[in-house]
């Protein structure tokens, strides 16, 4: 979108991306259930950039990269592709993926965090009680009343996912400073993809077959997410970091958990539970308060992009 878009439109696209990704990681668990998990995401991954790559050569927006860029890219590729999407589709073979979706509505907030560490971003007592909140969220969610021994291994992996995504913010926020994100959007997805289909390799060398086994429907999910969700869905969510800035545009990354809860009932027919439903609202305050999005200064200034799957 190079043109500006006004606020009211701009918020109704923000709106449909959430529904999309909120329903994403659904599609996502029906893919990597169907397929062999690390090859359909890579596959999956690849398309999406592909998507992105045909738009930016049609606008003439592809640009060469510095070396520093490159070797952000390179960071952000290994650790938001390769790291994210691995440690989530194996994440969803073994968790629900209302349980995933309600983990991974911590990325805000662990990215938030990161930036503290890193980038020397200020840390505020407003911003440690939303972490205890998000964490305390969180822990509601993996134990369900269980207990820590019940810990899913699956809710492990769909936390390593949210550290991955969150640590290649960072470098994204680097790059970024000289390098359009939607360029280093495209490159990362398939720079990530290629990481991706190499590890399948070595993790399943029989994937390439599964492919053959998936049903029609399982391949409509499968475009669907690829080209709607992962590849048009990051290019308007960028868009919208350029012209609201990251904070008023990450307040509506609050609502994919919800979708995506709604999306695990009605199409994975999975039951909530009430100890989901509190640590979704301990999550929700604890991002609320932990990424500072109240924060005049945040809102206006801040340009870490909070983007989803």
């Known amino acids: 979108m190079r043109k500006k878009v006004k606020k009211p439109l701009l918020y109704g696209l923000l709106l449909f991306v959430m529904v999309v990704w909120g329903f994403n990681v659904i599609a996502v668990k029906i893919i990597v259930e169907s397929f062999s998990p690390v090859t359909i995401t890579s596959l999956r ?50 968790t629900t993926a209302s349980n995933a979706a309600l983990i991974l509505g911590l990325i805000p907030l662990v990215t938030s965090i990161f930036a503290v560490l890193f980038l020397k971003a200020r840390f505020t007592i407003t911003k440690l009680l939303g972490v205890i909140l998000g964490f305390t969220g969180v822990s509601f969610i993996v134990m369900n009343g269980a207990g820590v021994h019940y810990i899913s291994i699956g809710d492990f992996y769909i936390f390593l996912s949210v550290i991955a995504q969150a640590i290649s913010f960072i470098f994204i926020k680097k790059a970024t400073q000289t390098l359009e994100a939607k360029v280093m959007t495209c490159y990362m997805l398939i720079l990530g993809a290629t990481f991706l289909f190499i590890t399948s390799l070595l993790m399943d060398p029989s994937g390439i077959t599964s492919l053959s086994e998936g049903t029609s429907a399982a391949w409509l999910i499968f475009l669907a997410s690829a080209v709607i969700a992962t590849g048009i869905g990051h290019m308007i969510y960028n868009s919208a970091i ?58 206006r200034n801040s340009s870490i992009p909070l983007a989803k799957s």
């Open 242 to 299: 350029h012209q609201l800035g990251a904070g008023e545009t990450a307040i509506f990354i609050n609502l994919t958990p919800f979708f995506a809860l709604v999306g695990s009932v009605l199409f994975l027919g999975e039951s909530i539970t009430s100890f989901q439903l509190l640590g979704f609202i301990f999550i929700i305050s604890g991002v609320l308060l932990g990424s500072g999005i109240f924060d005049h200064k945040f809102v």
């Open 45 to 94: 991954v690849f398309l999406a950039g592909l998507v992105v790559l045909a738009v930016l050569f049609y606008r003439k927006e592809l640009k060469r990269v510095t070396k520093q860029e490159a070797t952000y890219i390179l960071i952000g590729a290994f650790s938001g592709v390769l790291g994210h999407h691995l440690f989530l589709a194996v994440g969803l073979t073994t």
